[in-house]
């Protein structure tokens, strides 16, 4: 007899109904994750710290979100059948690189945006070169950066000649002379020829092709001379901006990008361009008064600093610097004999190269901690072409990935960065008068009145000055929002110099996550190519400022931040290939980790180990020989500890000379 169970003493509690949320915001919809509908913004994005967007009301009937999930899928199944209709029909090489691409966790969408730039199969190494420039960008992506940091008016700069001006005067391209626009481009040059400069280490396509890559890759974001009068020069016009000592300098800096184009043949260039650039800068050249020597020599000095020895390339520096003292570019009482109006072309390639000097040496004391005797800026405004003022007409520049732009706003954007320096080289005076002591209201109002500087005089307006920008903020405010035992903006070390917390700390939260955005937008498109040459610096204070937070286990822990640390360490994985400081600076991101016990995801593990490998395997003993502060601290008494040689010596199977 089947027995029954005896009726319960307690009423059955009435079943609470799951509330269903019926409009989702924009990003959780993205991501696949639970979204709480909370307006303006959802607990998901506050905990991001990003903007909350929702495309219906929350009052929407059911049908809305069925109908939206429905073009969602099918928007996503066209995708889908777009990337595997690509992957039929590229080379089986291409399709492995697309495939590792996908699996590193790129959706479909960027999976398509990276098959594209893939070349044609059977394409050229100067076609690959060639990939980005006529790409169009969506308003969508162009705006998604903070700061209006892109265009919502890139396609009107796109339109104007597609910025193609500066390749066509170094390719075989044939080209309607009419249809460029005026004053902005010589015809193409269809019969560069290597051994016009006694180049003899490699062909004519490939010196075609590296000079090619250099400018549109490394000189937007150095400007070491003026590229119109090097141009110039190259094909015999008469310039000052043109030598056979920095024809092989360009050679040998343009060839470390070059890598990602052609492996075997940079390794080559590269090590005989600079072994001749220096051998000719050995040779009883000019070198009191010659603006391409004081260009190469200041090439010769990067090259050494890329690769870990910036105290061998000292020397080069003090040499740019002593042409540039005996020239009189600095020297206000000889402004008008220097850039004399009645030469114009003269005054702008004296003009580019003079403040294109003064802005690396000012990045190059801020990064060493140290002064570099460059005290005064040229007595003359940053060359221009014309007056562009309107910011809406700026576009992400010079990702050559969404096109190139005119040099009308190559110069603006020249204007900017030069008028950003003026402001960033107060920061290390201004931190060493005060180091010494504890924090003080007068230190950190004179630190406020710096900031409005920066944000009056210097907007980051582009890409590039963005970059800038956000790293002299972080690099202003790091001894009141920052200590060596915790890297991420917080209040204490202003709580206990009982000094007011705003608004210092919450600028420097800001351009922290800013600098989050900007480091997230890089490796997303350059985790594998060709990358600017600065960009790989400002990620390593983003991932320094994100190590506390990465852990699950962390009280601060940030998915936003986790996701932020890869970000950055994946662009100083990648660049470190071609330039080796980068490595030796990104273990001390392990140091620090170690010191904090904090546990690395396993992606980053797997980074630091082939770090080491690499560095056990290097055989140059000059590597390491560098004053590079690369552990972000500015008391005085931790500079030294700070600096990368230093670092060096305490990393384990470093087989290093100290």
Known sequence: MASMAAPSDHPAQPTTKRHQIVVACNKCRTRKVKCDGQRPTCAKCADRGIECVYAAEPDAPPIIALKRKHDALQRENTQVNQLLSHLKSVTHTDALKILDFFRDGQDVSSTIEFAQTLPAPGAPAEQLLSTFRDQNVSEGSLTSVPYGGFSSHASVALDLNGGRDRYDRITTHPRDPFSLNSGTTLPSMPALLAQDWNVTYVDDVGFRNIISSFFVWDHPSIHMFDEDDFLDGLIRLPSDTCSEVLVHAVLAYGSVNYAHVDRETAAAVLKAAWSEAERLWDSPIDKEHD??????????????????????????????????????????GRCAEVYDPAQPRRTQARG???????????????????????????????????????????????????????????????????????????????????????????????????????????????????????????????????????????????????????????????????????????????????????????????????????????????????????????????????????????????????????????????????????????????????????????????????????????????????
């Open 291 to 332: 603006l391409s020597s004081g260009a190469a020599a200041m090439m010769i000095w990067a090259m050494h600093t890329f690769n870990g020895a910036d105290k061998l390339g000292m020397p080069y520096l003090l040499a740019m610097r002593h042409i540039t003292t005996n020239m009189g570019l600095y020297d206000k």
């Open 352 to 658: 580019v190269f003079a403040w294109g000097m003064h802005d690396w040496a000012v990045f190059a004391e801020v990064a060493f901690r140290a002064d570099l005797g460059f005290k005064n800026e040229p007595p003359i405004q940053p060359p221009r072409v014309v007056n562009i003022s309107d910011h809406e007409q700026w576009m992400p520049w010079p990702w050559p990935k969404q096109g190139r732009t005119v040099p009308a706003l190559r110069y603006e954007v020249f204007a900017a960065q030069a008028g950003l320096a003026t402001i960033f080289k107060k920061i290390v005076p201004l931190q060493r008068k005060y180091s010494s002591g504890p924090l003080t209201l007068e230190y950190l109002t004179a630190s406020l009145d710096l900031y409005q500087q920066f944000k009056e005089e210097a907007p980051p307006y582009v890409f590039q000055v963005m970059c800038t920008y956000h790293f002299a903020i972080g690099e202003l405010f790091r001894p009141f929002t920052m200590t060596s035992s915790h890297p991420t903006p917080h209040a204490a070390p202003l709580i206990r110099a009982k000094l007011p917390v705003e608004p210092c700390l919450s600028v420097t939260v800001d351009s922290a996550l800013q600098a989050r955005a900007l480091q997230n937008r890089i490796a997303k498109l350059y985790s594998r190519d060709q990358f600017m040459n600065f960009f790989p610096f400002y990620a390593l204070p983003v991932a320094f400022e994100t190590l506390p937070s990465i852990s699950s286990l962390s009280p601060t822990f940030s998915y936003h931040a986790a996701s932020a640390f890869l970000d950055a360490l994946r662009v100083l994985f990648h660049a470190s290939k071609q330039l080796p400081v980068i490595q030796y600076a990104a273990m001390g991101i392990e140091q620090a980790a170690s010191g904090m016990n904090i546990i690395l995801p396993d992606e980053a593990k797997a980074m630091f180990q082939a770090f080491k490998r690499r560095v056990a395997e290097d055989d140059d003993r000059n590597r390491g020989k560098s004053n590079w502060v690369v552990v972000f601290n500015t008391a005085s008494t931790n500079v030294q500890a700070s600096r990368l040689d230093n670092l060096v010596r305490e990393l384990n199977n470093l087989r290093l000379a100290t």
